[in-house]
């Protein structure tokens, strides 16, 4: 069995006027992420920890900002690509570990969606997937409110 794990990290600014999309849910709050998709840095960072664990590039290499196929795109479209293009190399997910920074909102009444969500979309199960949340003590742009990010750590396997 081939065993391989990857990193990944995305960061999108808070603005009024966008939804707050967070691990392929709606969450309920002021401001939302801004980006050419959804901005939903949660899904952005699992999508570049598979690719990198499977040595296929990056999001942005497999769905650039300037396509208009993928303008305003629900992200979990965009994994479930990913998803396939892994399958495509004969690799399945083994597990996903993910810690969201964010000041407001708290996020942990939120995860059990989002497990179930994205164990959906990624065809594995909730136990695979591990989700965190953190603060940055109100320190940098996160701290300030000025946007939120996520890490992802993916280990992939192939037969």
């Known amino acids: 069995m081939k ?19 967070l691990g392929g849910i709606k969450i309920e709050h002021s401001l939302g992420l801004l980006g050419h998709s959804d901005a939903d840095v949660l899904i952005h960072a699992i999508c570049d920890a598979l690719l990198g664990a499977a040595n296929m590039r990056d999001i942005g290499y497999h769905f650039p900002d300037t396509s208009t196929e993928t303008l305003n795109v629900d992200s979990k479209k965009l994994l479930k690509k990913v ?12 597990n996903i570990d993910v810690t969201v920074c964010a000041e407001r909102p708290k996020i942990n009444p939120y995860i059990p969606a989002m497990k ?8 594995i199960t909730e136990e695979d997937i591990s989700i965190k949340a953190t603060t940055t003590e109100k ?7 000025e946007g939120m990010s996520a890490y992802a750590v993916a280990l992939i396997q192939k037969d």
Request: proline fraction near 0%; glycine fraction near 14%; charged fraction near 25%.
């Open 139 to 145: 320190l940098g742009f996160t701290g300030r409110e």
């Open 116 to 123: 179930t969500c994205l164990s959906k979309v990624m065809d």
């Open 3 to 21: 065993v391989r794990v990857g990193m990944g990290y995305d960061v999108h600014k808070l603005v009024e006027g966008r939804d707050l999309i």
């Open 83 to 94: 998803v396939a293009l892994l399958a495509s190399k004969d690799y399945h997910i083994g």
